[in-house]
Each structure stands twice: as C-alpha cells, then as structure tokens.
C-alpha cells in the first residue's frame, strides 16, 4: 500500500484569494507542455465530449502550462480544495493562449467554468505533488457535483500509478 505524502489543503489557509488573471511566463526557462481545451461531438462518452487534453500532466518545477483554447465556450479555474498553497489561483477566460509556470511542487486541480459538471477537469501535478492533506477529503469538500468529483478521483489515482 502506497503512503499518500502530506497533502495540506491550501484552500483552507488561503481563504478566498484574489484570482490572478494572466501569468506571464519566460520560456526559456524549463518544458513548456501543451494542454488543449476541446469540444468533441463525436465522443463516446459524455465526460469525453467536454475535456482538457491531456487532463494529467506531470512537471518538474520551473516547467510551464500553455494553455489553448480558453475562448468563450471553456474557461481554466483552480480548484480551491485542490490547489497547493504555495501558487496563486488561476482563473483564465476568453484566452486562446496562456503561458502559466509552475515553480513549487504540489498538486494543482483545475475544472471549466462552464463544462464542470461534465467532468471538465484537469491535474497538474508538480516534483513530487503535495499540498493536500487527504485527496478524499478535499474531493468531498468541493462544491460540485459527483461526475466532476469522480473526474478528480479518477485523475489523482491516475497520478499515483504513474509514481
Ligand atoms: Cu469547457
């Protein structure tokens, strides 16, 4: 049985932050890792028809997010419960680009505004995660509904096959 690191919830210490709106990043420092925000019609399943592409990726600090397609229809916002205290939140519409760096370890869950509920939701997880204390406990403290609180399940136990 695999031991979950101490995970601490960042939402509970941060309260309600003020959202930072662009993040600009210097590429030169770090990997950057493309994540696409599509609408896929011909999706078999409904979480598919809405989704980040990938909706798992790992970094090393210093590496950033571009993140495509932010334009009307999808939005990227953290996820208080799911956010590492050590970054700010991020709330990104009507973008087609955004360049976002990540320079402390932790584990970062975002969703769309919009597309949520579908199970519209994403995980960056950086060095060797961290920041929340239970993924359980930080999933049933989400206001949301079960197919985007299983997203996030699916998700982290994505994350922890792959250490
Ligand atoms: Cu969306």
């Known amino acids: ?37 599509l ?3 011909m999706a078999t399943a409904a979480t598919g ?42 709330s990104i519409s009507n973008k087609p680009r955004v360049e976002m760096r990540f320079e402390e370890p932790g584990v970062y869950g975002m969703r769309c505004n919009r597309h949520g509920m579908y199970g519209m939701a994403m995980l960056v997880v950086v060095g060797g995660g961290g920041g929340v204390t239970s993924i359980e406990d930080s999933i049933s403290a989400m206001k949301a509904g079960d197919r985007e609180k299983q997203a996030f399940r699916d998700l982290f136990a994505l994350s922890l096959a792959q250490n």
């Open 1 to 37: 049985m695999k031991t979950i690191l101490p995970w601490l919830v960042g939402a509970a210490l941060l309260g309600t932050p003020a959202l930072s709106e662009d993040v600009v990043v210097d590429m030169s420092q770090g990997m950057s890792h493309e994540v696409k925000q």
């Open 39 to 41: 609408t896929d019609p």
């Open 49 to 90: 028809m809405f989704r980040f592409d990938p909706p798992l990726v790992r970094l090393e600090p210093g590496d950033a997010v571009v993140f495509l397609n932010s334009r009307g229809q999808h939005t990227v916002h953290s996820v208080p419960q799911l956010w590492s205290a050590a970054m700010a939140p991020v």
